[in-house]
T-cell receptor, first 113, second 110 residues
């Protein structure tokens, strides 16, 4: 069964550094998402992406964050100038048009020190 | 405000006992409701959604619009049901912007 894959599974970075989290959505999917989950808290929506542009974003997704689909397969989340509070599990997800079944990746655990 | 509330952080039952994981929501309009499950060291995966009205792994959930609830039930819990369960909602037309509850950890003891 096709899966959403994410890399890296775990990254430790110093405060102030830039981080890029990578995702390969399921191949025929058209909608892509990033969510995050701070330890002990709920899963929170960050951004949705369709047709090469952001279709929706939350208040969390400020200028520090950006997303990109640099080629036909990857979907990246860039976090500039990381802060301690950016430490979280970041989930990528995708879905095909017309469905509401969202498929999640295993997550990338980001630790900012 | 749009919100999903799962009042129980942890629910512990014995194998064979009935299970009910509570979920209440707040949404102006007609949302779509989902239950996601996360087994240990695995990814979040869809368990069921109210539109399909199906039973998955013996679990069912009925949307009660009057009580704004979408409780997850199973008549006889199994040890392999132990996992984190997340209730989530999506607004009509807002595909993918899921609002999650905080999750309930279900522990089924032998």
């Amino acid at each position: 069964e096709p899966e959403v894959t994410q890399t890296p599974s775990h990254q430790v970075t110093q405060m102030g550094q830039e981080v890029i989290l990578r995702c390969v959505p399921i191949s025929n999917h058209l909608y892509f998402y990033w969510y995050r989950q701070i330890l002990g808290q709920k899963v929170e929506f960050l951004v949705s992406f369709y047709n090469n542009e952001i279709s929706e974003k939350s208040e969390i997704f400020d200028d520090q964050f950006s997303v990109e689909r640099p080629d036909g397969s990857n979907f990246t989340l860039k976090i500039r100038s990381t802060k301690l509070e950016d430490s979280a599990m970041y989930f990528c997800a995708s879905t095909s048009q017309g469905q509401n079944t969202i498929y999640f990746g295993e997550g990338s655990w980001l630790t900012v020190v | 405000a749009q919100r999903v509330t799962q009042p129980e952080k942890l629910l512990s039952v014995f194998k064979g006992a009935p299970v009910e994981l509570k979920c209440n929501y707040s949404y102006s309009g007609s949302p779509e409701l989902f239950w996601y499950v996360q087994y240990s060291r695995q990814r979040l995966q869809l368990l069921l959604r109210h539109i399909s009205r199906e039973s998955i792994k013996g679990f069912t959930a009925d949307l009660n619009k009057g009580e704004t609830s979408f409780h997850l039930k199973k008549p006889f819990a199994q040890e392999e049901d132990s996992a984190m369960y997340y209730c989530a909602l999506s607004g009509v037309g807002s595909q993918g912007n899921l609002i999650f509850g905080k999750g309930t950890k279900l522990s089924v003891k032998p």
